[in-house]
């Protein structure tokens, strides 16, 4: 089903703890780069919004 290869931020370095994204037909699939084998599947729009969310600490208060 994926289109690409999965990707994670420069920002994760060489670690395995990060959410690593790539793109699945009209859909963006996420994982937790230590747990590949559990994968969320979302429109690009509703990924968007998650990262905006996130940007503008909008879920700080989930951490």
């Not at 089903?1 to 931020?9: E, F, G, I, V, Y």
């Not at 994204?21 to 590949?36: I, K, M, P, Q, T």
Request: aromatic share 4%; charged share 25%.
């Amino acid at each position: 089903m994926a289109d690409t290869q999965w990707q994670k931020s420069t920002y994760s370095g060489s670690n395995d703890d990060c959410i690593e994204f790539r793109s699945a037909g009209a859909l963006v699939e996420l994982r937790e780069s230590d747990d590949g084998d559990v994968i969320l599947r979302s429109t690009p729009t509703t990924v968007a919004n998650l990262l905006r969310a996130i940007r503008a600490g909008e879920l700080d208060h989930h951490a």
